[in-house]
């Protein structure tokens, strides 16, 4: 059979065929997408099974984080109750202590309270580090009170150099005595290792290379000096029984204020006193005139019979930053009596009457005066006394002295 050019033979089995592949490709793509779906179907459960389950943790944490908060707090809430508890049955305490505290009780309490609060250890300052210095270059200087020296002082040096560097981080700490001193005893120490020749030795090597930065420091005498029996008589031989005789607790005085050069080198004495390891933590507060003055008359007990017209009043306090350990709780008062007395002696000499006025007032009365007459807070008054230049005509109480044998107990 011919079949015309152009045109192409009908096979119907090739047809046939070929719907057979259109009906397959098309139930294949129906199955693909049939499967497909299931399968995001399967992806979402599988997803929203583990954010449901991650959720369920997450909410089992919080709800136990909460459990936990809430256990804190009923902690906290205890806690607090037994505080509260606690403070109500010590201010019961307080109370009751109050109610059965006698007026002495309370100064003895105030005085053990002032002496924790200023004492040289609790909080550092200035102050403190000045006083602390004393002490141990004093400590020092009685290291070199040896005829026969051996090397001496290694940690004591160290420690004095510590002392000095710590004080030099506060303002005006180079005109302070304790600093001055400090430097001058390590000059001392170090002159007597040379004298002796140990240079070879560490301490001596570790306060040449300290000094080095501290040549500017004002010279100062110190360390240890020796003096002969017959240079010390020429000192000390004068009659000194009838100079303390002389001297009587005045009451009337010349109508006229004291000299500061008088009051001056009256100090000037009475600073050589004794003083604990060298402190010298004892002040004199002088009020000559004006309102201060006003207010230590006004405080002074037991002033009746005494002439006030001249008077010139002073306070004497002592410094508890310069003291240190319960054993020195009563040394303030102690040094104190020592420089007051070489005071009214030195004034004495001066042509200068005193009368010890004993301070014996009330803590509420001594923190009045001490805010009114610019004492510091960490300060204690010991003593008041009132002085003035001797009258044309003086009278004074005999005050018979006893027998130096009631006096003096000898034990064999």
């Known amino acids: 059979m011919i079949i015309p050019q152009g045109k192409t033979e009908f096979d119907p089995m090739k047809s046939k065929n070929d719907s057979l592949d259109e009906v397959y490709q098309e139930k294949k793509s129906k199955n693909f997408w049939a499967i497909f779906l299931i399968f995001l179907v399967l992806l979402l459960f599988v997803l929203l099974y583990f954010s449901i389950s991650i959720n369920n943790k997450t909410t089992q944490d919080l709800k136990n984080q909460l459990q936990q908060k809430d256990l804190e707090i009923e902690n906290i809430k205890k806690q607090l109750n037994d505080l509260n508890l606690q403070k109500e049955e010590k ?51 009685k290291g070199m009170e040896h005829f026969e020296l051996r090397p001496f002082a290694v940690k004591k040096t160290a420690y004095i150099i510590d002392l000095i560097k710590r004080q030099s981080k506060y303002e005006g700490f180079e005109k302070k005595f304790a600093y001055i001193n400090g430097v001058n005893s390590l000059r001392a120490y170090k002159t007597i290792y040379e004298e002796h020749n140990w240079k070879d030795k560490n301490e001596y090597k570790t306060v040449t290379e300290f000094l080095k930065n501290y040549e500017n420091v004002e010279q100062q005498k110190a360390g240890a000096y020796i003096l002969t029996k017959k240079e010390l008589e020429n000192d000390y031989k004068i009659d000194y ?126 923190d009045a005066l001490k805010k009114m007459n610019d004492i510091p807070e960490y300060e204690r008054i010991a003593v008041i006394l009132f002085a003035g230049y001797y009258d044309e005509k003086s009278i004074f109480a005999v005050s018979p002295r006893k027998d130096v044998n009631e006096l003096l107990i000898e034990h064999k």
Not at 100 to 125: C, G, I, Q, V
Not at 289 to 297: A, L, R, S
Not at 322 to 335: D, H, K
Not at 339 to 349: E, F, G, I, K, R
Request: proline share 2%.
């Open 91 to 141: 201010s019961k305490v307080k109370k009751e202590e109050a109610v059965a505290l006698t007026p002495a009780d309370r100064e003895y309490l105030y005085d053990k309270e002032f002496f924790k609060k200023h004492n040289m250890n609790t909080e550092s300052n200035l102050n403190k580090l000045g006083y602390e210095t004393v002490i141990h270059t004093h400590t020092l200087e």
């Open 241 to 366: 029984l009838k100079f303390v005789k002389s001297r009587h607790s005045t009451r009337n005085y010349k109508k006229e204020p004291l000299k500061i050069e008088d009051v001056k080198a009256a100090v000037e004495m009475a600073k050589y006193s004794a003083s604990a390891c060298n402190r010298q933590y004892i002040k004199l507060h002088y009020y000559p005139t004006g309102k201060m003055k006003d207010n230590v008359i006004k405080y002074a007990l037991g002033k009746g019979g005494l002439y006030l017209d001249g008077v010139n009043t002073f306070i004497i306090t002592f410094d508890v930053n310069g003291l240190t350990g319960a054993g020195e709780r009563n040394q303030g008062y102690f040094n104190a009596g020592l420089y007051s007395t070489n005071l009214v002696n030195a004034l004495h000499s001066l042509g200068i009457g005193t009368c010890f006025i004993q301070f014996a007032n009330s803590v509420k009365e001594e």
